[in-house]
């Protein structure tokens, strides 16, 4: 088992699926031997967020990971945990972003509660890079290259080293190592920092495109909501006004997208190497997308799809059916854990608010009554935290502060915890800037909004009874039902 994830990856940069610049020719070669889902959704941002959800299969108002170094409840299974029933030793390769549960720690010393950074319960960790990626460091000084202290400088210098000893090959090399050891079967989490900013490629990739070559993002709408305007207000999440300045970035996004495609393509000549490719399950997927400065912002916050459409490439050997097979049907990150349990032959945990998408991979068409919507959350009382408001004010509550999308075809409705509300139509302008006035398609969206919040309520014991002495389980929801 084979579970890479590629940090803030926009599934629109993907070539096999039509990005007029990116070069992705490993991920497009693995989608031909396997499913891409065109359609792909993460359910919220920023990482530990979307993370959670991932690794849970759970959605945030289930899990309730509403921020980095929000903690993660222990009382969630996830896919570290599953792969242990199932016999593996999962073993992590770079980071996972789940603070501790507190309440499982002893130690009001012990360093975990002191970062977002900790890793996903059950996970080996063969190569930690979290606390400032010293491991990194380390590697990049024994290939004869001097070192930053600060993390974020040594990211965003990558360009004045060769890619050979940039981040995502060195993640790639200690899979290599790792690999050339095993004796038996493996799940390997490979989990890759790069194309989160610095918007700073390594090496050769920095220069791999040229700013003038790339297109200009979707600038923002007239009919904006007042919670847009504030994050157009502040450093860091505005993007930048000068048009050079802008192609930088998405030019420098283009090159970290074709290093670390290029370290997929590596990690996976490595497994045929050992002749285990045929026996490998391969899941590609992001925690979120990046706004890359449409509708004026920069990183991944907010409503819009760009923060949210991601990649998802799944490769089973077993099922050549399917093997390159294009599936526009929409799918979520929370059905990620459902299909690797499928795959190793182990139980769905109640928990999961996602369905299994081993019906995709057969190359069966969707199933009856397969989600017609994606959904996605974000909740931003941290930054509101960070910006000084003070909650202890009568009338201030940070429980107003998250949104909840409804995207289907045609329709994006967004809910906002304050009772405000946007709805766009997507046939007219699929950019998310053209509102929509047909009050019965705007009906139609809140009313699937509020019917997916009332499917997906905590299960976890719901679905069981005690009667007397007896433990009656209610029947399992089908695997084709997501949140039924």
């Known amino acids: 088992m084979l579970l890479i994830t590629l940090d ?54 289930t899990n309730r990971v509403v921020f980095n170094g929000t903690p993660l409840d222990d009382r969630f299974d996830n896919v570290a945990r599953t792969a242990r029933r199932a016999g593996y030793i999962p073993t992590l ?35 930690d890079l979290t606390h400032q990626r010293l491991p990194w460091n380390r590697w990049v000084t024994d290939h004869g290259f001097e070192v930053h202290d600060d993390p974020d ?35 390997a989490h490979l989990s890759h920092l790069r194309p989160h900013p610095p918007y700073a490629a390594a090496g050769h ?22 919670l847009h305007d504030t994050m157009l207000g502040i450093p860091g999440l505005a993007a930048p006004t000068d048009e050079h300045e802008m192609r930088q970035i998405r030019a420098q996004y283009l090159g970290m997208i074709g290093d670390v495609d290029e370290q997929v393509g590596r990690a996976l000549a490595a497994v045929a190497a050992t002749g285990q490719l045929d026996d490998t399950v391969v899941i590609v997927t992001s925690d979120h997308g990046d706004q890359l400065g449409d509708h004026g912002l920069l990183g991944k916050l907010g409503w819009f799809e760009a923060s949210y459409a991601i990649p998802c490439i799944i490769a089973d050997p077993r099922k050549p059916a399917a093997h390159g097979n294009l599936v526009t049907s929409f799918t979520e990150n929370v059905d990620v854990l459902p299909t690797i349990c499928d795959a190793m032959g182990v139980a769905v945990p109640a928990q999961c608010d996602g369905a299994s998408l081993t019906p995709f991979l057969d190359g069966e068409p969707a199933p009856p009554q397969w989600r017609t919507a994606a959904v996605w959350e974000f909740d931003w009382r941290a930054l509101a935290l960070m ?14 502060m998250n949104l909840c999308v409804w ?21 007219a302008d699929p950019t998310w800037r053209t509102p929509l006035n047909d009050p019965n398609r705007i009906f139609d969206a809140a009313r699937g909004m509020l019917t ?13 009874l005690l009667e007397g002495k007896v433990l009656g389980r209610l029947p399992e929801r089908p695997s084709w039902a997501p949140g039924e």
Do not use: K
């Open 452 to 464: 997916w919040r009332s499917r997906n309520l905590d299960r976890t014991l719901s679905d069981t």
């Open 8 to 61: 803030q990856f926009r599934a629109d940069h993907l070539s096999h699926l039509g990005h007029p610049v990116s070069r992705t020719p490993h991920l497009d070669a693995l989608a031909a031997r396997g499913v891409s889902f065109t359609r792909h959704y993460s359910q919220a941002a920023p990482c530990g967020p979307g993370r959670a959800c991932l690794y849970t299969g759970t959605y945030q108002s």
């Open 387 to 400: 910006s000084g408001f003070d909650s202890r004010i009568p009338g201030n509550s940070l429980a107003e």
């Open 407 to 427: 995207r289907s075809t045609d329709v994006a409705y967004v809910q906002f915890g304050d009772g405000s509300w946007q709805c766009f139509d997507l046939l």
């Open 93 to 127: 390769f770079g980071y996972t972003d789940q603070a501790v549960d507190p309440r499982t720690v002893d130690d009001p010393g012990d360093p975990r509660l002191g970062t977002y950074e900790g890793v996903l319960p059950g996970f080996e960790v063969a190569l």
């Open 153 to 187: 400088e040594m990211l965003a210098t990558e360009p004045e080293r060769p890619a050979e000893v940039g981040i995502s090959a060195f993640v790639t090399a200690e899979f290599e190592r790792w690999l050339g050891v095993q004796s038996g079967p493996w799940f």
């Open 205 to 226: 990739w920095a220069t791999a495109f040229a700013p003038a070559d790339v297109d200009l993002p979707i600038g923002a709408g007239p009919d904006r909501h007042s």
